[in-house]
Nanobody, 127 residues
């Protein structure tokens, strides 16, 4: 069991930056692949980024590649999402998620595969 708490959302102008944090409870943080997803009301939850257990492998959606960076600090049980060059279309609720896949799986990009979710943090980008 792991509990996730996101922070760092807010209102920012287009072109600006935000860093989201997700703090995880428990002592087995390195057992989990971590991901960030986002959702706009009325639309499906969308994959943003994921990072492997130790942090050596990352995956990004095409819409954020080159602008966002996911990282993790296993000593602090925390995963981050650095968001640069933000666009109005990045406006959404952002969710942190944890998955415990087989050891042969490095990252997970499908929302349905994730076992635990945070409550979400709102990011609003004004034009």
């Amino acid at each position: 069991q792991v509990q996730l708490v996101e922070s760092g959302g807010g209102l920012v102008q287009a072109g600006g930056s935000l860093r989201l944090s997700c703090a995880a409870s428990g002592r087995t943080f390195t057992s989990y692949v971590m991901g960030w997803f986002r959702q706009v009301t009325g639309k499906e939850r969308e994959f943003v980024a994921a990072i492997s257990r130790i942090g050596g492998i990352t995956s990004y959606s095409d819409s954020v590649k080159g602008r966002f960076a996911i990282s993790r600090d296993n000593a602090k049980n925390t995963v981050y999402l650095q968001m640069n060059s933000l666009k109005p279309e990045d406006t959404a609720a952002y969710y942190c998620a944890a998955d415990k896949p087989p050891v042969t799986v490095q990252v997970t990009t499908t929302a349905g595969e994730y076992d635990y979710w945070g409550q979400g943090t709102q990011v609003t980008v004004s034009s």
